[in-house]
């Protein structure tokens, strides 16, 4: 079976900074995902991308760049990294278009900006 | 707008009892939602438990069914007897098989489940 690593598993970032989390997936999956999930709050969409090249903002683009240039990954930078946040991101991957499809995930980059 | 909201955890049970987890949804801009429960065992990565796609059809999976109440807009999971592996976080999600960005999920809720 197939699997999306993501790296790094834990992040400790300054204040400023960018900091980039990656993605990999071996599914062949044409679509891929970015969430963040906040403590006591659902997952939302950050970017997706429906193939290589290919960058589609969601509700919570703002403050954060995105980067698909093979089909296997996807990665995700945060712009400037703000004090105190604290949140786990979430890669996912679908072989077809929309929620419909069934969605693998990773297991999660944690982030803490000290 | 669009939303999902669910029991609020955590929820404690013994084992071979029953369970419910509450879900329902807001779906005021999608035509035709698609509803599903995802979890997260421990240690592990999120992935999906069941999905409906049709309106009065139940989904079911591992033990667990849920049934998607157009009328009451609710897509409760339900099980008859846990067992303590199935102790995991379960996220209800809203989505939509015509866009990507209306894929809205519920804040999670924390299960254990005592032997």
């Known amino acids: 079976g197939g699997i999306i690593t993501q790296t790094p598993k834990f992040l400790i970032g300054q204040e400023g900074q960018k900091l980039t989390l990656k993605c990999q997936q071996n599914?062949?999956?044409?679509?891929m995902y970015w969430y963040r999930q906040d403590s006591g709050k659902g997952l939302r969409l950050i970017y997706y991308?429906?193939?290589?090249?290919?960058?589609q903002k969601g509700d919570l683009s703002e403050g954060y760049d995105a980067s698909r240039e093979k089909k296997s990954s996807f990665s995700l930078t945060v712009t400037s990294a703000q004090k105190n946040e604290m949140a786990v991101f979430l890669c996912?991957?679908?072989?077809?278009?929309?929620?419909?499809?069934?969605?693998?995930f990773g297991s999660g980059t944690r982030l803490l900006v000290i | 707008g669009d939303s999902v909201t669910q029991t609020e955890g955590p929820v404690t049970v013994s084992e071979s009892e029953s369970l419910i987890i509450n879900c329902t949804y807001s779906a005021t801009s999608i035509a035709y939602p698609n509803l599903f429960w995802y979890v997260r065992y421990p240690g592990e990565g999120l992935q999906l438990l069941l999905k409906?796609?049709?309106?009065?059809q139940k989904g079911s999976s591992r033990g667990f069914e849920a049934t998607y109440n157009k009328e009451t807009t609710s897509f409760h999971l339900q099980k008859a007897s846990v067992q303590e592996s199935d102790s995991a976080v379960y996220y209800c999600a809203l989505g939509s098989n015509t866009g990507y960005q209306n894929f809205y999920f519920g804040k999670g809720t924390s299960l254990t489940v005592i032997p």
């Open positions: 996912a991957s679908s072989i077809g278009q929309g929620a419909n499809s069934d969605y693998t």
């Open positions: 991308s429906i193939t290589e090249n290919d960058l």
């Open positions: 409906v796609i049709t309106a009065g």
């Open positions: 599914f062949n999956h044409d679509t």
